[in-house]
Structures are given as C-alpha cells and as structure tokens.
C-alpha cells in the first residue's frame, strides 16, 4: 500500500529539514517500521522546499505560499497527485479540510485521522467534525474510550470507526543503571521523577504535596523533577520555602531532551499529576526505559499501563489516594513491574507495534 502522511499545519519556524525530522522523531518514528512493507510518503511543511529520503520513507517538503483557501486547495490537489491507497492526516481539528480532501481523491482512497490530545469542538464546529465522518475511514485515539468520549459529545457518531492506537513512542532505551546514575547523580532509596509542565493540568502541586508527606514515611525517597514552563513555579517555590523536607525534592528545571535517556534509567518509578493527556509522552518514554508508572486514572494512562496492570493508578487531584499509592510502591518487586513496563511497551507502544497496529486497520478498511 501507498500511505501519504500530512497535516494542514504550516511551521515556518524551521526551514532545515535534518533539524525539523529531528524535532518529530517521536511522531515519525512509526513510518520507517511501516515502509518496510509499505511505501511511505510524508508531507512536510516548513521554510523549506525539497525532498529527502530516510529509513525507507520518502519526505516531501513542501511550501504551499498562497491565500488559505487556496493554499488548502493545493494540499489537497498535491495528496491526489501522489495516489494514496492510504492518506493519514494528523488531528481532528480539520474537518473543512478533510470534507474537501474527499471530494478531492473520490471514494477509494482510505482516510485515517490521528487524535493528537485535542479536544471535541463546540458549536459549528462540532457539526463540521460530525459531517467530516462522513469522509473518514477509521480515527485513531491513544485509548478507546477518548475516542468513544468524542462519541458522547455528539462530534463523531460511529463507534466502529474508533481504533485503539498510541500516537507516539520513544527513542530511548535502556541502559545499564550505573552508567545513567554517573551523568545524572541521582541518589534516592527510590528514585521517583516527574517530567512536564508545571501548569494546572499537570497538578505538580498535589504531587508534591502528597510526596512531602510520603517523606515521613520514606525519608530516603527523592523526588527530581524535570519540567519546560514555569507556571506553578512560584507557588511550588513558596511551599517549599516552609518544609523541612523540601531538599528530597530536586527542582531540575529544563533538561535536553536527548538527556532524558540517563534521567529514565536513573529512576524507579515515573510520577504525574495529570488530568488530562493525549497520550503521555513522557510516562511512555520513562517505561520504554524500565520505569514504573505511578499515574493518574484517566483514559490514556489507563491504556498505557494496560489498565493498570504496570505501576499504580490513583484518582486525580486526590492527595490521599496517591499518598496510597506510594506507599504502595515499597512493596512493589521492582524487577517484576519493570520487566512488564518492558514487555508491554514492546508490544504495544512501541513504533514497530504501532506500525504494525496502523498497517492492520488500514488493511482492514
């Protein structure tokens, strides 16, 4: 099969192709599994006009300069010259433009839409998502259920066209711990990391909280957090300021992310406060490293532990259910949940699994 990738969103910020690929490996290192039976074409567009070749897969880089409209015309148009057996457009936010693609390529091209965390539109646009269904083979949603919320709400009809499928994976890997523990210094009897924003969604305020109080009962435990914004900083800052234990938890701040390889080898256990996730980028990369999950109960999380099956669940926002939970982990076997961590991202969130998920839903429509 012929699958063409695209998306409607331009980033002009870049205009080097090495360095933009660079900066999606996570998304695109599902298509070089998925060339290897297929051929495989990529839509790219930055500041950049060209063409480049890559573990199999054939990258396109194209600028479509001109009115909107227009410019919306000429994706399309260009998708139809490469006759697709498969098109694979990224997020739902597009409905207008998937409508127009359909008419576009006619009926026997299969259109694939990948949920990127955004979330269900409201008022016309919500019944531009319904009417873009018509258009569209298969949605695919980091968990089942997101997709089937999309259903509730009233922008998708069709249960049948909801696949179960990661929309990202990781590049690392792991390493010996020894080595890991050189670069990063990281000393704790265990080691818990947090990596991502310091915002409300991500709720670092109830993890520490809670891992304050989880101290009185480990005093060996540390905590590094690792995060890119800065929003709950000054609050995170002034409760510490107060604690007797505010040295077990190390504010890291930001970490290239090449670098994150030693942090997730360094640690037991990954933590997040999320109330909402695409996905889970960094709780996937922490587990494709050995680390165990202790994370919110919601949709994402629920399939990246294979509900909970790897590491803890706890209620989000709930400081006692997630002081539970680590205290829990003190009786967890390390070696054991690690070895799942492992064997589950292999088989499920990795990029050859998730190639191998996508070419057999496509082969299915």
């Known amino acids: 099969m012929r699958f063409v990738f695209a998306s409607y969103v331009v980033t002009k910020t870049y205009n080097d192709p090495e360095a933009w690929l660079n900066r999606i490996k996570i998304y695109i290192g599902i298509l070089a599994p998925l060339a290897i039976d297929n051929e495989v074409i990529s839509i790219e567009q930055i500041a950049y006009k060209g063409e480049c070749f890559k573990d199999g897969v054939n990258y396109k880089f194209e600028r479509f300069a001109s009115p909107a409209f227009y410019s919306l015309l000429k994706v399309n148009r260009y998708i139809k010259q490469l006759q697709p057996d498969v098109v ?3 997020s739902l ?6 409508i127009l693609l359909r008419f576009i390529l006619g009926n026997k091209p299969k259109i ?5 965390a955004e979330k269900p539109f409201s008022g016309i646009k919500k019944y531009l998502q319904r009417l873009a269904e018509n258009a569209v083979n298969a949605y695919l949603f980091a968990s089942k259920n997101m997709g089937l919320d999309w259903i509730t709400k009233g922008n998708l009809t069709s249960p049948e066209k909801i696949h179960e499928v990661m929309e990202v994976s990781s590049v690392f890997y792991p390493i010996n711990k020894e080595e890991a523990l050189l670069k990063t210094k990281a000393k704790g009897d265990p080691v818990f990391l947090w990596v991502g924003r310091l915002d409300q969604n991500k709720d670092p305020l109830n993890v520490i909280k809670t891992f304050l109080k989880f101290l009185v009962i480990n005093p060996n435990a540390r905590l590094f957090m690792i995060y890119h914004t800065e929003e709950l900083l000054d ?4 409760l510490l300021a107060h604690e007797p234990n505010a040295a077990a938890i190390k504010l890291l701040g930001k970490v290239p992310h090449d670098e994150l390889l030693y ?4 640690a037991c256990f990954i933590i997040s406060g999320s109330h909402y996730e695409g996905s889970g980028t ?10 165990i999950p202790v994370v919110t109960d919601i949709f994402s999380f629920r399939m990246i532990t294979d509900n909970g099956n790897i590491g803890l669940l706890y209620e989000a926002g709930n400081e006692t259910a997630l002081l539970a939970a680590l205290i829990q982990t003190q009786q967890i076997n390390l070696k054991k949940q690690r070895e799942k961590a492992l064997a589950y991202f292999k088989s ?5 699994a998730i190639a191998k998920q996508i070419q057999v839903i496509a082969a299915s429509l």
């Open 263 to 266: 942090w997730y080898n360094s």
């Open 235 to 238: 609050e995170i800052n002034t």
């Open 348 to 352: 499920n969130l990795s990029f050859e």
């Open 282 to 291: 960094a709780v996937c990369e922490a587990m494709s490293c050995g680390c």
């Open 112 to 116: 694939i839409i990948q949920n990127h």
């Open 88 to 90: 694979f457009i990224q």
């Open 93 to 98: 936010h597009f409905p207008l433009q998937v």
